[in-house]
């Protein structure tokens, strides 16, 4: 497999499972809004004794769901832009260009990583069972920290969209075989013949 078809891959996956997290992230509060609007006689008799406590119960459970799978999604972006690189620097004939936006990807990722996830993750844990009157300072941080979050992964996506139109429109030529079979063509030109005549 060429260099370029598996860094193709790599994007793929890469915005596939970014994708996929901003749909599980929103389905997972959905689902608590869903479940208490069409009763179920079974599921209704075990949390009516809960009362008003249902739903801030249920979507805390939602929200730690979100925080376990971002904290894991974000750990396999960094190892999927790390093989990239790699892939790319050593295995690839692509330009500082490229390599340059894969650094970039790396550096977003690792800043939601280690700093936008774990401030969310805390002040969102102060305001899970907050009055929506209370806690009104940790909750505009939360906000804040939330759309700084969601700036990163757009721009992220504009990035790896860009990388992939690049290599997959690109009319340079990459990988060994290819890269060898261009010197052979060369061969051929300056001989004004073929090899083998």
Known sequence: MHARRLACFLLGLWLAGGLFMAWVATEGFH??????????????????????????LMRFQASELNRYLFHNWENV????????????????????????????LLLLTAAQRFLLS????????????????????????FWIAHTAYAAVEVTKWVIALAL??????????SGRSRDARHKLDRVDKRDHGSVNG
């Open 118 to 141: 774990p401030e969310i993750t805390a002040l969102g844990r102060i305001i899970d069972f907050a009055a929506a009157t209370e806690n009104l300072q940790e909750r505009n941080q």
């Open 31 to 56: 689902d608590v809004d869903r479940l208490l609007s069409h009763t179920n006689p079974t599921a209704t008799l075990h949390y009516q004794p809960l009362g008003e406590d249902a739903r801030p």
């Open 77 to 104: 972006q960094l190892a999927i832009g790390l093989a990239f690189f790699v892939l790319m620097l050593f295995w690839s004939h692509e330009n500082k260009l490229v390599l340059l936006g894969i650094l970039v």
């Open 164 to 173: 992939t139109t690049r290599m997959v429109f690109s009319s340079k030529r």
